[in-house]
């Protein structure tokens, strides 16, 4: 069995992980929003305003519905920026959706472990939230692939069970093995629910085809997992929390935090570099630039990754 990586200073830690990060992006061709003359106000957005109107009888607490609808807003306005405002509805719905799910994980475990077999079965638990998701995932046909709206519906699936998996007391305390090289990133998978994400880019009025973007889906999974990843460790290590992919990976690997976050960048850059080369004078290749950068965007501007903090 591999032992816990050491933990390292506080101040040195920001340093060397400002360092990955600046170069990161540096490498990831990201321009961001003043430099290419964007201004994201999400709050003013119709996908906001639509959300907060649908989904403000849910506030369980002051100001959780108005974080969760900026947020799901934000992953649907940031890396697709060119969607028609139907679409970017559909992808705001389906993070918010994930967003309740986790807090009712937190809230209310048991619930959550019966939630896919009460929306599959119609029963009657949590009604309105079952048949808003039942709905939201129905639509995805309306304006993807049948093909690629099933892959979005199994992501959104797939997420419910991570997050149980994540909670499951004999899962989260069990010690890494060395020999279970596939476990951090067949969590990830689970609990990224990035394979939606990675259709959310291609809507079949804009490229109807799926051979000219399918063989690429899994490194766009890869790309939106990882980069995510990357980017949202330090609010992670601000608060001690060790239940992520680097950890996991840190832990099997034997590796120090640091060096492991620098080889995902790597792996990030390279797998970003791959794809771009691959989509190029395809009609894939455009919104695949525009959400690469867009996902950046959003790790950015969303003010609980506390990149700002850093001087980003």
Known sequence: MSQKPAVI???????????????????????????????????????????????????????????????????????????????KLLIARFTWYLLYMDDLGHKDPASLKTFQHSMLTK??????????????????????????????????????TGRLMEMEPSIRDMKSSTLATSWPNYLR???????????????????????????????????????NDVLSFYKEALVGETNNYIHYRA??????IVQTIQDV????????????QALESTKASKPWKLFANGLLDFHFATKRYRLSDLGF
């Open 9 to 87: 200073e506080e101040d040195q830690f920001a340093s060397q992980y400002k360092k990955i990060i600046t170069n990161f992006v540096k490498d990831l061709d990201y321009v961001p929003p003043n430099t290419r003359g964007a201004d994201f106000d999400i709050s003013s957005s119709q996908t906001y305003q639509s959300l907060l109107s649908e989904f403000s009888p849910y506030g369980t607490r002051a100001g959780w519905v108005e974080a969760t609808c900026l947020a799901a807003a934000s992953s649907a306005e940031l890396p697709y920026p060119e969607h028609p405002v139907e679409v």
């Open 123 to 160: 029963q009657t638990s949590e009604r309105s939230i079952l048949e808003g998701l039942r709905k939201n995932l129905a639509d995805m046909s309306d304006h993807w692939n049948p093909i690629a709206a099933n892959c979005i519906t199994v992501a959104g699936m797939d997420f419910i």
């Open 189 to 227: 998978v689970k609990t990224g629910a990035s394979p939606g994400y990675a259709f959310f880019i291609y809507p079949t009025a804009s490229v109807p085809d799926l051979s000219t973007y399918i063989q690429m889906i899994e490194d766009i999974r890869f790309f939106i997992d990882y980069a």
């Open 251 to 256: 832990e099997v690997t034997g590796k120090e």
């Open 265 to 276: 960048a790597n792996e990030v850059v390279d797998t970003h570099s791959r794809i771009s």
